[in-house]
């Protein structure tokens, strides 16, 4: 059973930086391919980027170059590292695994960009 945890949410300001983690559990991890995904009241849920189990990365167009998305297989961890925030990128955002033998999702966590 696949378990993801989310971690590293909360407030910044415009312009501010933020780290999101994902700690998975339950699965071997290094086979998964990992997104990121966020979703706003009264909208679908978007995809915001992913990374496949050989490293190979593909990032919304909203978000390109402003976030990158990384994984430790050592830790079992995925990272998204958001940088240039803007109040657009306010969302709940979730962690994502997914292979041929499973997926899950995490709980999702709070981002708010506001001053």
């Known amino acids: 059973q696949v378990q993801l945890v989310e971690s590293g949410g909360g407030l910044v300001q415009p312009g501010g930086s933020l780290r999101l983690s994902c700690a998975a559990s339950?699965?071997?991890?290094?086979?998964?391919?990992l997104g990121w995904y966020r979703q706003v009241p009264g909208r679908q849920r978007e995809l915001v980027a992913v990374?496949?189990?050989?490293?190979?990365?593909n990032y919304a167009d909203s978000v390109k170059g402003r976030f990158t998305i990384s994984r430790d297989n050592a830790k079992n961890t995925v990272y998204l590292q958001m940088n240039s925030l803007k109040p657009e990128d306010t969302a709940v955002y979730y962690c994502n695994a997914v292979s041929y033998i499973s997926s899950g999702w995490g709980q999702g966590i709070q981002v708010t960009v506001s001053s």
């Open positions: 990374i496949n189990s050989g490293g190979s990365t």
């Open positions: 339950g699965i071997r991890f290094s086979i998964y391919a």
